[in-house]
């Protein structure tokens, strides 16, 4: 029976429903001040004492009476009695009655039970006065105040042993579904014919646990009985529940159900995408999430609704950064749906620019790998070309600012690359991003990278590469540098099932193909190939489906969901898959004149011309390395 | 015996020897992917699974072959056989033999053991490809990666159980110094009397732990055998030893010599200021610190030496955010020193203002309150007054932002406020820079601040604020709000010694007095007082001993460092105090009219009506709050 989500109400209300729904934690802790780091005040903290608590020597040296020393100069030393008119003071210790300043050890002689002083001391010299840093009474910290290290360097120096903190609140998460197998309990490989991997509530409870809940996981539930059970218990001694997923539409979706029957739904479906089909609940007065099952649609609606529940539940506001950038593409979407938006960023002359990742809810790895995320609100049709929008990071401005972005052409040396680059320069980082040759050489055209991997075989010249960077980029200086020649070809199956010998056979109707996207150098290969031996595409079974990798390529035809591909002999190595070879190719690195003689460019280029790198390229095969490293072209 | 500094050299040639002197971690951790959390990869990770390991039902719906698809349409209703043309699935379901699309849940109607639908599915419909997430052998994490919770999904996601990740390095803390408390260990009321309270162990120990150091505190060490036994047993378990404090010229100061008669002493002495006295050596080739005592030199010590320490034995970098700030003042500093300049950061029109905190070592507070910390380079003679510089961010750059600053004159009502305020917004925060009423009216007319604290008496009109507000301030709309009436007088004893009974006793030979800072409201008002009785300032006994709050001035004088100062009615009552009232004064709050409107405001005011402020202004004392909250005076 198809369930229908009860409404779909904007993601502001939905949040102020659930807000409205919660009291923020009464319960205090009374812990030991040191152990009170990222905890939250709930009183305002007064100083038990004065720091210093007395007057006291501010260096190492003599306490003495200032009056007694103004006799002494350079021609004429003074000597003081030691124990009577000077007495020997460390760092801290308190002054002697009847002192009131301190001279440093360096300036002394001893002679005897004497010092020797050659320059007079003056009122308070060198003391520190009582209360000069805290005074007894002062407010350290007020109420609801996240507590940092220094905080609590202060609260001690102040005298406060022990503090009153917000009770940290608790999530308890349930995953379910019967597709799900436990990594931790499944020998591994039995899961890839049985089931998805439940990584999510490893995830959401690291996600819980970073902004400051105790997490807790349930061992994964399939039926509906048992789930409503555990949310029952749950519900007596958790402030918080989360169940995933089972929020959906589908046959075995029992969360609205199971809250129902316990307590009250009070919202199922969001106009936000991803994160739709969001439930919210009551059972017990306890707030109770039915989120989605995929983990990028689970994240956000955890970032949408449970941080802010958290920060309502603690009365202290989570730190979140934000950096303004442009979006160097028009990013459409769809009105009346808030759209989130994974991207990486780049930073180039101070400005940050946004290029958005796969946005399917499914790509995981799309977040994992995302410097921020950006929110389309529902009320707009997306971005244009180079607005300027706010991004929430994911990760640090300075990291992102440490690392040397690539945009282009993805290749296996790329990896490569990256983890010599972290090895050597573990402050660095190695950022590509995949958007074909093309694509690439547009962003380095419009100067927003300095970098760009490239194999575009100009369909006239039959040469590599320079042509058509020369046509695109006419007016700003660059170089191309030799990074390797690849052999790209057919894959096919070990065994070859379909007896596939050349390109003409792509066209036999018993024959699926898979296809790069369009820009691709890969992709502009293969339809030159096609009209130089005079094949109709669309005799072509697949040729529309497109894949951005030559792995996922490779994938897909040892997978038989596809006989055959275009790839580079490298990816047939790893996948165990058979190759018959097309052409030779050269894959090559465009930088601006400019950037070439930055110290970032010469440490990539260093590594690029390093013994190392060759040989681990020859290692994954099917690579040529004569050249590389080679500058091939400067223009300009 | 005075001992002398081995030598001074500059802080990036001590680093330079830190780094020098130790290897990165060579021992891995094997922990479960979902506990490596913040943990350091040592080698590169590769998927093990593509996800989804299978291609499988993108959505709730049923399994079918696109090409059974063809005839339907919304007048030809098409009947699917289930279990034999179309297959029940969910989300993330494989997809059966012989499909190769998905109709979703919501497209189909239910007839007996068919499905009806009206229009035709296309190739891959709804379908999740083998690998579209991630492709088995991708390169998921470089080596030196910190690992953040997103990537402990992807790693989980792509069948990584577990991984190889670097020891987390320890770090061995001994406090030293026979004038040291331990607090939890002594009674409190026996602290005062006895000596200083040892926090800076427990908070080294926090601040190790937060950048990713397990920390170990050892007790108190007193006497130079005990310190060498320890240091010894230490240097055989520990990756880095800390001794605090002992490192620098005094009798007591035993570092040095403990790590020469066990290992080698490398430097001792570094130009920078705070943290000059910093020892560094090894024993047994592990590296041993003596670090200074006062803790805000303990802390830079750490930052500058002990965190680039952690990041080479990680081979990773710790994040640390910066911003570009302008000085609104100009701040001299010697040539020959690099110096760490504690300040707080106030946002105003989306540029940063540093005001310089207190600069003595010994001043923890400044530390803990600080925004951030700016480095004036040892070449420099100082930063110029507007100057551009970059500041290291202690809190967020949006804390700083949300936070409302008040620029001025201190009163005991800016903490009340900054109470009820983190009460009622937790998001936001009152953060007060104590400079005085003139500092503050002068950074007002600059445009620095919105707000500004003042009591200022002029001498003609004998009208408080207006006049003096009206002559510094002519050009930019403001008005003024009144927050309390409060009386200022002398401070004495409870018993009164001395026998003061008004101003003409100040300048007797056998009373001594403390005074405030040159431009606050006090001074302002005792100079003018002086000046109508005809006393001469050189007569009086402590005149030049400033101190910058009224709190300062009561400890004092109820410590009998001073016999009377100037201050308040309420500290008289906090610190249990005698009190001569001399004057009423008007304490106002300024504003611009801009700021007038600004949502933020409106809150501050609100607070300032409320009857809770009042009452808790009558609850301290010494306050009349007749006109609070009333707009005194709108100018422009």
Redesign the interface.
Known sequence: ??KRYLETIKSEEALRRVLDQVRPIQDEDYL???LC?DRVTTR?TFA?????????S?M?GYATSFAKTLEADLMNPLALNLNSDAF?V????PLPRGTDSVIM??E?E?AEEKIVIRKPAY??QHV?????????????L????KI???????L??A?I?HLHVRRKPTVFIIPT????VD??KEP?HE???K???D??S??L???A??IGFSGYRSQIVIAKEELARIVDEASHSYDVIIVN?GS??????FTEAVIGELGTVIFHGVSMMPGKPTIFGAIRGKPVFGIP???VSA?TSFKKFIEPLY?HL????L????VSCIMPYKVPSRIGIEEILRVNLMKKDRKFYAFPLPR?A?????????DGLITIPENIEGYEEDEEITCEL??????IG?STHIIGSHDLSL?IL??M???KF??R?LISTHVGSLSGIMAFQKGITDLCTTHVLDEYEKVYNIPVVKKYVPHRPWLLVHIARRTQGLLVRRDNPKAITGISDIARSDVTFVNRQVGSGTRILFDLLLKEKGIDRDSIRGYD?EES?H??V???VR?A?ADTGIAINAVAR??SLGFIPLAEEDYDLLVTKEFAENERFKCLLDLIRSEEFKERLREVGGYNTDGTGKIKYVNG
């Open positions: 029976m198809a030991p001040t040191h780091r305002p038990k004492y004065s720091n210093p608590p007395f007057v006291c501010a190492d020997a460390n760092t801290g210790d050890v360096e002394v001893r009122l308070w520190r006065m009582i209360g000069e840093d805290i005074v007894e009474g002062d407010m350290l007020p109420a609801n105040q940092r290290t220094l905080d609590m360097g202060m001690l120096s005298g042993t579904g019967k597709e799900l990594i931790y591994a899961i890839a014919p089931g998805l991997i990584f999510n490893y995830l409870v690291n996600v646990e970073e997923a959906s539409a589908g046959s075995e979706d099952g995929y983990p994240v920060e603690m009365m202290a506001p730190v979140r950064e934000h399917g499914s790509i995981f790895s799309s977040l994992a790998r995302a994911l990760r640090s401005k300075e990291d440490n990896e990256r983890d680059m972290k090895r573990p402050d980082d489906r990798s792995t996922a490779a994938v897909l997978e969901v790893i996948f």
